[in-house]
């Protein structure tokens, strides 16, 4: 923390120029070594061999000897202490110390740099703090320097005193400087200690030396960059102005070009002065200029395309090099970029040429054509004048029948040209798929073309099996020439056949047997019909055979007939007399498939009931004459309910 401040103040001390003191000479300043000299920053920047003790309410932290303190007032230390600061008094802050009266003993101390063959001044202030007018020790302040103590001692006795003696440097450049105490009794020796300080006048160091630049060898028209980056706040001025961008900068752009056969030689003296506080400073830097001169090798040109011209320079230089790998003083070159590099000594010029191909008119032929030969092609190129193909005159268009390398002569603005195209020729290869075709459950087929093609299944093959019905299609290329053939493949399924249970049905009624079968099937009834379906003729065992292209299914049913009509009986009146006649009333009837009787007297009151029409009313003597009413509920043997309601006489 210590070195960090110092190296602060002495960052500042560089980029603030103080004041020069009247008593400093030109270039001088009176400089302030000590750090926390006053002790306003707290306990840093020193050491020393007494402990140190911080401020704690209604406890006497400097009782015990040997320790020391900083604040502002010496009463919150030690209740027999007074005093405070020595320049801000009450709220600065200085050095309290309750001494342990050992000789020598060393109070304060700090390790400073100083300037060599420099005479320093310190001077430092002290007071008695023991709050007792009785007599007692006072403390006796001797400052060392570097081991060795000075003549001079303070006695910390009363207010605050001083004490000012100086100190010569000689060679050295580090000063351990320390303040003893001397007094050897106790019971006293306290004192405080502030503004301690040791001045010289040091040199001013300025941000930046004079300084022009490292002496340097350059080719002709070569910039370089002199002196170097000013700094604000400074002047500069050099004392030749040939061949720099400016006088009063510092750091000018030197460019000198030296057409001689001999090398030029200058020298630049720079003066910078010090912000203003009268110290000046200069520096030289000498440049040597090497003669080299300009290389050219001609403007931008153009040429036809398979023209060349000779480049050529003076043979003046050590080396020559050209882009394209030649290395005597001329080369030919055609359409494009070229440069060359020259040498003498250290020193280089370049320069570059870019031929450009002459603007000819266009046939606009391709690079190459794919045709497919199913028509003839005709090669044309627009072009007035004279003209050739392959070589000999020819129509134009002409007919191109063969795969061949074709070649279009012709002149254009002076030039020759000669224009290109490869022909091929390709057959077309037909996809020629079969007619549309069915597919069986649970069976696969091929599909054949006559050419390899790709399929939409993602094959690339002529043949291709399948196991699923849908459409199908291939694409088969040969160059340009792309044919196409779709087949649609149709599933048909195993014939399936139910004629359903044995059954029986009304004579009247014959009943319609189906044994439909989608897809392509064919029908052979036992009855010798070949419909999908047929009508019953009777009762009998009827049986069919179906069959397609897939397979065959057959199923036989039993018909049974029987009488379709119905009839209910029901008797009007009954004696039930017990002669043994008439005794009962019952229904009866027939094709009657289940039946329910009720039997109500003039109440409206059940008073019978049968749950299946087969047991009869016989009444008891209870039962008088009288007209009783009936409800019959009955369901035929074709299901058709019916419900039949009436009166019945009972006479005995």
């Known amino acids: 923390m210590n070195n960090l401040r110092f190296s602060l103040l002495l960052c500042i001390s560089w980029f603030i120029i103080t004041q020069v003191s009247a008593q400093c000479p030109a270039c001088m300043q009176e400089n302030d070594r000590i750090l926390n000299g006053d002790f306003e920053s707290g306990n840093v920047g020193f050491t020393s061999s007494l402990d140190y003790v911080t401020f704690f309410p209604f406890i006497c932290t400097l009782c015990p000897e040997n320790n020391y303190a900083i604040g502002n007032n010496a009463t919150l230390f030690h209740s027999d202490f007074t005093g405070n600061d020595h320049t801000n008094p009450p709220s600065g802050d200085f050095f309290i110390a309750n001494a342990p009266g050992s000789a020598g003993t060393s109070v304060w101390c700090q390790e400073l740099t100083v300037y060599p063959q420099t005479d320093y001044t310190l001077t430092f202030w002290a007071r008695d703090v023991a709050d007792n007018a009785n007599p007692h020790p006072l403390a006796l302040l001797i400052p060392v320097f570097n081991g060795v103590a000075a003549d001079d001692t303070l006695i910390a006795e009363g207010g605050w005193s001083s004490l000012t003696t100086t100190w010569n440097s000689g060679e050295t450049t580090v000063l351990n400087l320390c303040i003893i105490d001397v007094q050897t009794e106790t019971g006293g020796n306290d004192f405080g200690l502030d503004d301690i300080s040791l001045t010289a006048c040091e040199p001013i160091v300025l941000s930046q030396p004079a300084f022009a630049g490292f002496d340097t060898t350059l080719c002709s028209n070569t910039p370089l960059e002199i002196g170097v980056n000013p700094f604000s706040g400074y002047n500069y001025s050099w004392d030749v102005s040939f061949g720099l961008s400016s006088t009063d900068v510092g750091n000018p752009t030197l460019s000198i070009e030296n057409t001689s056969d001999s ?390």
């Open 263 to 652: 090398v030029f030689h200058i020298s630049y003296v720079v003066e910078r002065d010090s912000a203003n506080v009268g110290c000046l400073a200069s520096d030289t830097v000498n440049i040597s200029i090497l003669p080299i001169h300009d290389v050219f090798i001609g403007n931008d040109t153009t040429l036809c395309a398979l023209d060349t011209i000779q480049l050529s320079v003076p043979s003046l230089w050590e080396t020559i090099q050209w882009s394209n790998g030649e290395t005597s003083n001329a080369t030919s070159v055609g359409i494009g970029e070229h440069s060359i590099l020259v040498t003498r000594g250290q020193c280089t010029k370049s320069d570059s040429i870019f031929i450009s191909a002459v603007v000819v008119e266009s046939t606009n032929l391709p690079d190459s054509i794919h045709h497919c030969n199913t028509s003839p092609l005709l090669l044309e190129a627009p072009m007035h004048g004279t003209w050739l193909w392959n070589g000999n005159a020819a129509p134009n268009p002409i007919v191109a029948d063969t795969s061949a390398i074709y070649y279009f002569d012709y002149t254009s603005n002076g030039c020759s040209v000669t224009d290109t195209l490869e022909l091929s020729l390709f057959e077309q290869h037909f996809a020629l798929l079969s007619t549309d075709t069915i597919l069986c459950d649970g069976t696969s087929a091929l599909l054949q073309s006559v050419y390899a093609g790709s399929w939409n299944t993602g094959v690339f093959a002529e043949t291709i099996s399948i196991d699923q019905s849908g459409a199908y299609s291939i694409v088969v290329e040969n160059g340009p020439c792309v044919t196409y053939d779709t087949i649609a493949v149709y599933p048909i399924a195993q014939p399936v056949v139910s004629l359903g249970n044995d059954t029986t049905f009304c004579e009247d009624y014959p009943i319609v047997l189906d044994a439909f079968a989608p897809q392509h099937s064919e029908y052979l009834w036992s009855t010798g019909d070949t419909s999908a379906t047929v009508a019953t003729a009777g009762s009998g065992l009827y049986s069919v055979v179906v069959s397609n292209r897939c397979g065959v299914a057959s199923d036989e049913i039993a018909i049974d007939n029987f009488q379709c009509s119905w009839e209910i009986f029901v008797p009007s009146c009954f004696t039930p007399n017990e002669d043994t006649f008439n005794e009962s009333w019952i229904v009866s009837g027939y094709n009657i498939a289940s039946m329910q009787v009720w039997i109500y007297n003039r109440l409206g009151e059940a008073i019978f009931y049968s749950p299946d029409g087969k047991v009869g009313w016989t009444p008891g003597i209870a039962v008088g004459d009288d007209v009783y009413n009936y409800r019959i509920q009955a369901i035929t043997y074709n299901g058709e309910e019916v419900v039949k309601t009436g009166g019945i006489y009972l006479v005995r």
